[in-house]
């Protein structure tokens, strides 16, 4: 996981470790093992995001499930 200037980055290995936490898991996980990079305006809104490099669709409720776990963590 990285995080910079409103862009996070977040390994195969994140996105499966948090799709699979004890007592907090999420089935059926579309992003469970995929990189997935995302931009953010300084206000919030998505500006841009990539699955495995590639613009892919995914469940909007896991993606933003997600991305608000990982921005609320700052390096």
């Known amino acids: 996981m990285r ?3 409103n ?3 977040l390994s195969a290995r ?4 948090w799709a699979h936490r004890p007592g907090n ?3 059926c ?3 469970a093992g995929h990189r997935v990079f995302a931009e953010f305006a300084d206000n919030g809104d998505l500006i841009d995001y990539t699955i495995d490099g590639r613009y892919k669709d995914v469940d ?3 993606f933003n ?3 608000g776990d990982f921005r ?3 390096e």
């Not at 994140?14 to 470790?17: P, Q």
Request: aromatic share 12%.
């Open 3 to 5: 995080i910079k200037n």
């Open 29 to 31: 996980s579309q992003l």
């Open 14 to 17: 994140d996105t499966y470790n």
């Open 7 to 9: 862009k996070i980055w």
């Open 65 to 67: 499930a997600i991305m």
């Open 60 to 62: 909007a409720n896991e």
């Open 72 to 74: 609320g963590i700052r």
């Open 25 to 27: 898991s999420w089935p």
